[in-house]
């Protein structure tokens, strides 16, 4: 692999999580409540607050995990 590859690679890397947090703005704006869901653990204290995603983290595994075999199945044709 050389090194225009490499670059290759990550420009459409770039470019694949710049599509994702434009596709996860318009979701949010749309009133999907990505990181509100059940199970989603919010922790609030005096002076700092912190969030733990646990099934948003699940959802978008089971999403990506879809997506990437259905984009792998087709490039096999």
């Known amino acids: 692999?050389?090194?225009?590859?490499?670059?290759q690679w990550i420009?459409?890397?770039?470019?694949?999580?710049?599509?994702?947090?434009g596709l996860l703005s318009l979701l949010a704006k749309a009133g999907l409540p990505l990181g509100r869901l059940p199970?989603?653990?919010p922790v609030a204290r005096e002076h700092s607050s912190f969030h733990v995603p646990i099934v948003t983290c699940l959802v978008a595994s089971a999403v990506l995990t879809v997506l990437l075999?259905?984009?792998?199945w087709l490039l096999r044709k």
């Open 1 to 7: 692999m050389d090194a225009a590859s490499v670059w």
């Open 11 to 21: 420009v459409v890397f770039g470019l694949g999580l710049v599509v994702a947090a």
């Open 39 to 41: 199970s989603d653990i």
């Open 69 to 72: 075999n259905l984009v792998l």
